[in-house]
Nanobody, 120 residues
């Protein structure tokens, strides 16, 4: 059993900042890539940022220079620091982890999502 628990969403004015956290727990053997996706109303879910076990990162063009993804391997936690937020960043943000459990099975897991609302 694996759980991804997100926190840190909320309402912020344009130009403000938020920090999202996602902690993975359960029968985890190893965690490979972790990432954040978002889905706005009426739109498809899209990748925001991802980070590998070796801390290589990848960002959507729309958030480069404003968002920073990081991870704490000891805590099985991934973070997303969001600065200079824009109304178009409003969405439900989902944590994703590509991990292996103790039986050896490897698959991707999703968090429940956290709402980020940026007011103009």
């Amino acid at each position: 059993q694996v759980q991804l628990v997100e926190s840190g969403g909320g309402v912020v004015q344009a130009g403000g900042s938020l920090r999202l956290s996602c902690a993975a727990s359960g029968s985890i053997s190893s965690i490979n890539a972790m990432g954040w996706y978002r889905q706005a109303p009426g739109k498809q879910r899209e990748l925001v940022a991802a980070i590998t076990s070796g801390s290589s990162t990848n960002y959507a063009d729309s958030v480069k220079g404003r968002f920073t993804i990081s991870r704490d391997n000891a805590k099985n936690t991934v973070y997303l620091q969001m600065n200079s937020l824009k109304p178009e960043d409003t969405a439900v943000y989902y944590c994703n982890a590509d991990l292996s459990i103790i039986t050896g099975l490897r698959r991707r897991y999703w968090g429940q999502g956290t709402q980020v609302t940026v007011s103009s």
